[in-house]
């Protein structure tokens, strides 16, 4: 997996390449990390090109999402494909998660 970051004002999207599964999580949970760390806690996940997610992958977001709750952050998702949409609607966890059909609608929802 290779994640793209991209800063637009106070907010950073993550772009990420490749399947969200298990071996490929520890990059993103760093990633995510960094960002909570340096006090980047508007972060947008741009799912367009991640043809899968795993249960760990959600997992990973579950976690993340909680954690940046926690600082009165948010993490959002974008452009999700339609497996990974599947996915997100059959384990309910488009209940949880802002999920937008574009990045200019969900970086406009930070707003």
Not at 15 to 44: A, F, K, Q
Request: charged fraction near 25%; aromatic fraction near 6%; hydrophobic fraction near 45%.
């Amino acid at each position: 997996m290779k994640i793209k970051e991209t800063k637009l004002g106070l907010i950073s999207i993550l772009s990420l390449v490749g399947p969200l599964v298990e071996e490929h999580t520890g990059l993103l949970r760093e990633r995510l990390e960094r960002c909570l760390n340096s006090g980047d806690i508007r972060v947008l996940i741009d799912l367009k090109e991640v043809p899968l997610i795993d249960s760990a992958g959600l997992e990973l977001l579950w976690d993340a999402l909680m954690k940046f709750r926690k600082v009165n952050g948010s993490l959002k998702l974008a452009q999700a494909s339609p497996l990974v949409m599947d996915i997100l609607l059959a384990t309910r966890m488009s209940n949880t998660f802002e999920i937008f059909s574009d990045q200019e609608k969900a970086y406009r929802s930070f707003l």
